[in-house]
């Protein structure tokens, strides 16, 4: 299982210290960001894919409550308060857990145990569809996931990451995930601009930020290119 990205929002420098202190020990897990209010914690959660939210409750102007209230496809959230009060309602939100503050770190790696197990039975589910050939036309991309037909717009791909047998495909609000192969993808895609940088990834062109010869930047993150990849790249890119 790759790595969990997570995000920590919390008005506290404290707080957020000590939860960063914990995500560092734990290999499983990638911090994303540290935010000191939802509104940034929003931002945040729009230009990047997160697994994983450790949210306060009390902050200004955007409690965490109504907070995580106004996100249509949240990620798995884990509150993080020094208040009893809220904790029926947050599990009201199917949040994986409440903590109190101050947090011992064995009652923080209990929280991240029931987060990892939610997040690998949600993967297991997904990798189970049947696998499906997608239907390509000049500018949409149709593929099974979750049971269903998901139309994607071509133009709306920033990156495909193939997992094994399946593939992850980024867009800028959201993730869809399929079974397929990722060279599958690659012969119907490269005629749309789309540049195979690496086995595990498969890049819109037009959304490369910057590159150097050993990685790209695109959407906010670095991927590497492969070492065989990387003469065809070169040509592809002008470097």
């Known amino acids: 299982m790759n790595k969990i990205k997570c995000v920590l929002v919390d008005d506290e420098p404290l707080a957020l210290d000590v939860l960063e202190s914990y995500i560092k020990r734990v290999d499983g897990l990638e911090l994303t960001a540290r935010c000191d209010n939802a509104m940034k914690a929003f931002e945040v959660l729009r230009n990047h894919n ?3 939210i450790f949210l306060d409750i009390q902050m200004p102007k955007l409690n965490g409550i109504d907070f995580l209230k ?24 199917d949040a994986v ?23 690998q039975s949600a993967s297991q589910n997904i990798i189970n569809n049947d696998e499906y050939e ?36 980024h867009l800028p609000d959201k993730r869809v995930v399929t079974k397929q192969k990722i060279s599958f993808l690659e012969q119907k895609l490269m005629e749309n601009n789309f540049i195979r940088i ?32 990387k003469s065809e790249v070169g040509k592809i890119l002008g470097y």
């Open 198 to 229: 690496h086995r595990s990834f498969l890049v819109s062109a037009s959304k490369i930020e910057a590159f150097t010869p050993s990685h790209i930047d695109i959407n906010g993150q670095q991927l590497p290119i492969g070492r065989s990849y």
């Open 134 to 169: 997608p239907y390509i036309t000049t500018d949409t991309l149709i593929v099974k996931s979750d049971k269903k037909m998901i139309k994607i717009n071509l133009k709306e791909i920033i990156y495909i990451e193939s997992l094994k047998d399946y593939v992850i495909i």
């Open 97 to 119: 857990d409440y903590l109190l503050k101050p947090i011992p770190f064995g009652r923080f790696l209990k929280a991240l145990s029931k987060a990892f197990g939610q997040i």
């Open 70 to 93: 106004t996100l249509q496809n949240p990620p798995k959230v884990i509150f993080t308060t020094a208040y009893r009060d809220y904790a029926i309602e947050a599990f009201d939100l």
């Open 50 to 52: 997160v697994d994983l």
